[in-house]
């Protein structure tokens, strides 16, 4: 069964619950290098649908409603939907705008979302009761291996990297413990593992995955779309200490790609700005996040990424690069545990300075092709613990990023 939540209430949107869709005739993202599977996403590609608990719904409620600087840091949150067996796309399809019109966000991104949804083409669901949640408690932990998640529970969030021509994409894991506090023994024995034999350990994060357009002279190395995939035993194994800063510049420097060195350091320096922000609002808050993620993407392709800018200046505001909301192609492409990801000339490069220059304030929110973003994600073992200070554990895998990325920036 399905129904929508009003995003800020948390009451049925329009007092009705509506018929369902299908799970097996989802659409599913098949290019995950880090989390878990089972995500799907809306046919028009901008609206990305993951599968969660009901403690991830609740921290992305309360966050909007009562930590607003936070809240600025996660996907745009639109609501929520419940799943079951009988749940199939073109359910999902016809309910997404009734959801988006009950949806506590801006109206120029609500128009802006709305406007890719193609409503003539939905057909409407009959209303039908929802099913009561069965839930039961797990005494033993067996790894995941499917990395799907047991629930009827969906978050709907704005795809991040929606409109990008070529984004490449990195997914960094936060924190030197890994697990929150109701693990069982054997989870927590296993992530202070790979605590010890990873960047975790000392810089409080590792690369869970990385999607690089054109990372690779060999075309074997690249997949249909051209990406080379660094997965996550890459993460684990591959990145130390001692090579880290040379393996993000494999993300971030690419002259097969257009984007050279100039070019990559003012991407550097974007990044590392709003690390900046990042840190600035953590260490304001008082919450603990376990294996959280922060989610980076940039458009991979350099002439695309060089009009991009230019656009951005010309329209004298940039605030939308943060958004991801654009009208562009999109290929659908997941590489992360939450967003969803996807797929224009010339000028010279800026600075990272110059990004303070486009910023605009008003609510004019033009659409544009995107440059960069960062967004933090995977709320599973999230919660707020006022009282107890900032979430040092986390901290420091930003701090950690926030150096490299301005190391490489310089």
């Not at 932990?141 to 990008?164: C, H, M, Q």
């Not at 420097?253 to 050279?260: K, L, R, S, V």
Request: net charge negative; with cysteine.
């Amino acid at each position: 069964m399905l129904a929508t939540r009003d995003r800020d209430t948390g009451r049925s949107a329009g007092s009705r619950e509506r018929g369902l869709p299908k799970r097996n005739d989802l659409k599913d993202y098949n290019y995950a290098v880090a989390g878990h599977a089972g995500t799907m996403c809306d046919a028009d590609g901008e609206l990305f649908i993951k599968p969660c608990t009901q403690s991830e719904v609740e921290f992305y409620e309360s966050a909007h409603l009562r930590h607003p600087d936070f809240a600025e840091l996660m996907p745009l949150y639109i609501g929520t939907l419940s799943l079951n067996e009988s749940t199939d796309q073109a359910t999902i399809h016809a309910q997404i705008p009734g959801l988006v019109e009950h949806a506590d966000i801006p109206f120029s991104i609500k128009e802006e979302i709305q406007s890719h949804l193609h409503l003539d083409d939905r057909t409407p669901v009959v209303d039908a009761p929802i099913e009561k949640q069965i839930i039961t408690d797990n005494v033993k932990w067996i790894p995941n291996k499917a990395r799907k998640i047991t629930t009827d529970r969906a978050v709907v969030l704005e795809n991040a990297s929606f409109g990008y021509k070529k984004p490449n994409i990195m997914d960094a894991k936060l924190g030197i413990r890994l697990w929150a506090d109701d693990a069982p023994l054997e989870k927590k024995e296993r992530f202070d593992k790979i605590t010890e034999e990873t960047t975790h350990k000392k810089l409080g994060f590792r690369v869970a995955g990385m999607r690089v357009y054109k990372g690779s002279t060999d075309e074997s190395e690249l997949d249909e779309e051209g990406f080379k995939i660094y997965d996550k035993d890459w993460g684990r194994f591959a990145v130390n200490e001692a090579n880290i800063v040379d393996s993000f510049k494999k993300f971030i420097f690419n002259e097969a790609a257009g984007i050279d060195e100039e070019l990559g350091k003012t991407i550097a320096g974007a990044f590392a700005q709003d690390l900046r922000r990042v840190q600035e609002v953590l260490e304001n808050e008082e919450s603990r996040m376990y294996s959280s993620s922060l989610l980076f993407v940039f458009e991979g392709d350099g002439t695309a990424l060089r009009a991009a800018i230019e656009e951005a200046k010309a329209s004298d505001t940039v605030s939308e690069h943060k958004r991801g909301s654009t009208r562009g192609p999109v290929s659908n492409l997941r590489v992360d545990s939450g967003i969803g990801m996807n797929e224009e000339d010339l000028c010279e490069p800026t600075t990272a300075e110059d990004f303070d220059e486009l910023e605009d304030d008003s609510d004019d929110e033009s659409s544009f092709p995107h440059i960069y973003t960062v967004k933090l994600i995977d709320f599973a073992h999230a919660a707020w613990k006022p009282g107890q200070g900032p979430d040092e554990n986390v901290l420091l895998g930003v701090r950690s990023l926030a150096k490299i990325f301005e190391e490489m920036s310089e």
